[in-house]
């Protein structure tokens, strides 16, 4: 999957070797790995890979992680990545609630904020308070260093455009002195402040559906005033940032499949103020010619079924969610089920991965159902939970983080 990142200049990140070179040193991690290690696994030469380690470690992007005993000759010398060297933002702006989080390049959480929020109340606010919140998450402590465009993340409250009177306390439970970083990266010219690292974008996730190409999205359900409003555009203008606009289950699905030990194939069914699913066919995000894919939530199942926001009848969402709203855990779990058995018929995936806050209220009773029905229909896939609350904002930051990584 590639990501265009809309502008990010950073200078070592520029071609599809030093990529390459990157993503193994990230997943390296603090061990490191040692250029002839970086030859051998990426094809390159070893001039070809001094070349480039030489220029990852002069960005600030490298450095050394001490060295390793040879099997003949001198001790290599082992590199690892920098994770503070830049930042990215994602954003899960949900239905009832929005979160803004900050990751290192490593992926690392590093600051954290969430808030009520309305999606109905039109776009002019609810960007609003998304301002307001990339802002506040990428405020940290000066140090020499990136310029940060005026207006980009100049601390609390900076710039036009913040909601009148809105709050928001940082997420309780987050690391104690956690430091974040403001970003950079707007048109020559703009007005500048020390700040730590770059910021390379911010990453946005929101339900669908949407043109994630166009950055805009559609007839969002239960939403329809959202249609067609530039959002990717008008928060890369305010910002000074660029900016990926995509589906929440994409976002999260995209996350999951760059973690370790990942599944070739999965589905990501989430649950929460709607259904859908992100899915990852050979390892890469399936999203679809005009972002439709995975609309989970909109696949009919009674005919005669009671009517769906969508302008269908019978939706597995609506029928999900009146179980929910019932407290008919099992229930919804049983409708959820049918769903995933649908998915893996036709996609003939390696797993299902359950998510959502209403999933993990209940996390057993989800699971458990799920398996339940697809043991039932002889589908032996794996069921599993994802536990972390934050997994859509988190994937939102690795739609900026992927493509740097050659992902």
């Not at 390296?28 to 250029?35: F, L, T, V, W, Y």
């Not at 929020?117 to 919140?133: F, I, K, Q, R, S």
């Not at 058995?341 to 299902?352: E, P, S, T």
């Amino acid at each position: 999957m590639k990501t265009d990142l809309g502008g990010v200049n950073v200078p070592a990140l520029r071609s599809h070797n030093a990529a390459l070179v990157l993503d193994l040193l990230r997943t390296a991690g603090e061990a490191g790995i040692s250029r002839l290690e970086l030859a051998e696994r990426t094809g390159l030469t070893p001039q070809a890979v001094s070349k480039i380690t030489g220029r990852l470690r002069a960005e600030g992007l490298a450095t050394e992680a001490g060295h390793r005993a040879s099997t003949g000759g001198k001790p290599r010398t082992v590199l690892r990545l920098v994770p503070s060297a830049g930042y990215a933002v994602g954003v899960h702006l949900d239905r009832d609630e929005l979160t803004t989080l900050l990751t290192d390049l490593a992926g690392t959480v590093v600051a954290l904020r969430r808030r009520a929020l309305d999606l109905g109340a039109g776009a002019g606010p609810v960007l609003d308070a998304v301002v307001t919140e990339v802002r506040e998450v990428v405020t940290g402590v000066p140090s020499p260093g990136a310029a940060l465009p005026a207006g980009a993340a100049a601390g609390p409250g900076a710039g036009a455009g913040a909601a009148p009177g809105a709050e928001s306390a940082p997420e309780a439970g987050a690391a104690p002195g956690a430091q974040t970083a403001p970003g950079a990266g707007a048109a020559p010219g703009a007005e500048t402040a020390s700040v730590p690292a770059p910021v390379l974008g911010v990453g946005v996730a929101m339900p669908g559906p949407l043109d994630h190409r166009a950055g805009v999205p559609g007839r969002v359900t239960g939403f329809p005033e959202w249609a067609g409003h530039p959002v990717r555009e008008e928060l890369a203008a305010r910002l000074g940032l660029p900016v990926v606009l995509d589906k929440d289950t994409n976002a999260a699905a995209l996350g999951l499949a760059l973690r370790p030990a990942a599944p070739g194939s999965f589905a990501y069914v989430h649950l929460g103020t709607g259904l859908g699913a992100g899915l990852v066919l050979g390892g890469a995000p399936l999203r679809g010619d005009r972002t439709g894919a995975g609309e989970l939530g909109h696949q009919t199942v009674q005919l005669d079924g009671p009517p769906c926001d969508c302008g269908g009848r019978g939706c597995l969402e609506v029928l999900c969610l009146a179980a929910v709203a019932r407290g008919d855990a099992v229930g919804a779990a049983r409708v959820l089920g049918a769903g995933a058995a649908n998915l893996v018929r036709l996609l003939d995936i390696d797993q299902v991965l359950l998510g959502g806050r209403v999933v993990l209220g209940a996390p057993e009773v989800f699971a458990e159902g799920v398996r339940e029905v697809l043991a039932g229909l002889g589908l032996a896939v794996p069921v599993g939970v994802v536990a972390e609350p934050d997994v859509v904002a988190e994937g939102a930051a690795r739609l900026i983080l992927a493509p740097i990584f050659g992902q």
